[in-house]
C-alpha cells in the first residue's frame, strides 16, 4: 500500500486519542516525545481532510492540562523522595542535572517556569511534578498551566496546519519527509535542552565548590 493512501485509513480518532494520551504522559512526568507527535498530527490534518484540526488542538490542550495537574498532585504528595527516586529509575531524564537545570528555573521564573516549560521539551516533563515538589500554590499553577497548555498545544497545532496548508501539494507527494523534519526538530529540541543541562550542572559546581583561602 502506498504511505499516501495508508495515511487516508487511519482513522481520525486513534489520531485524536494518540495525541492526547501521548502529551498527557509527558506532562504528567513520563518522558515521551509529545512535541514530534503533535507536529506529526499537524502535518497529518493539513493532508488528510478527516482529521479535524480544532478537535486534535483541543485533545492536545486537554492532555497538556489533565496530565499537567495530575503530574503537580503527583509531586506534591510525593516531593522530594519522588525526585530522587525518578533520578535512580530515568538518570538520563531525572537525573541530578536536569533537575538542578530545573530547580534553577523555577527559582528565576516562579509560576512562569510551568507556562515557558511548555516550549521546552525537557521542562514540559518536569514543570508538573516539580511545581507540586516546591509546593507552589495551585492557583498559580493553575493559571500557568491553564494559559501554558492553551497557547503551546493550540498554538503549535494551528502554525504547524498554516503551513502544512500553504504546503500541502508537496506534503502530499512527500508526506514521509515531513515525518522526518517532525522527528528531526524534536530530536534536536531535546539535544539543545541536554546541553543547557550539562552548562547549569557545570554552573552548580562551581558555586557548591568550597573556596580555598591562600595565607601570606
Not at 34 to 43: F, H, N
Amino acid at each position: 500500500m502506498h504511505i499516501q493512501e495508508w495515511l487516508e485509513s487511519v482513522p481520525a480518532v486513534s489520531v485524536y486519542l494518540l495525541v492526547g494520551v501521548v502529551i498527557g504522559l509527558e506532562s504528567l512526568g513520563i518522558p515521551l516525545p509529545g512535541e514530534i507527535v503533535l507536529v506529526s498530527a499537524a502535518i497529518l490534518a493539513a493532508t488528510q481532510d478527516h482529521i479535524n484540526p480544532y478537535v486534535l488542538g483541543a485533545c492536545a490542550t486537554a492532555g497538556a492540562i489533565i496530565g499537567d495537574s495530575i503530574g503537580y498532585l503527583i509531586g506534591r504528595k510525593g516531593g522530594q523522595p519522588l525526585l530522587q527516586w525518578a533520578g535512580r529509575k530515568f538518570p538520563k531524564h531525572f537525573g541530578p542535572d536536569h533537575v538542578a537545570m530545573a530547580e534553577a528555573k523555577f527559582d528565576k521564573w516562579g509560576m512562569w517556569a510551568v507556562f515557558f516549560g511548555r516550549f521546552v521539551a525537557l521542562l514540559r516533563i518536569f514543570a508538573g511534578p516539580l511545581a507540586g515538589v516546591l509546593k507552589m500554590p495551585y492557583w498559580k499553577f493553575l493559571i500557568a498551566n491553564v494559559l501554558g497548555g492553551i497557547v503551546w498545544a493550540g498554538g503549535t497545532t494551528a502554525l504547524i496546519y498554516s503551513v502544512g496548508i500553504v504546503a500541502e501539494s508537496w506534503l502530499k507527494r512527500f508526506s514521509w519527509l515531513g515525518l522526518v523534519a517532525a522527528l528531526l526538530f524534536g530530536v534536536g529540541s531535546f539535544i539543545l535542552m541536554k546541553h543547557r543541562a550539562k552548562k547549569a550542572a557545570a554552573a552548580r559546581e562551581v558555586e557548591e565548590s568550597p573556596v580555598v583561602a591562600t595565607v601570606d
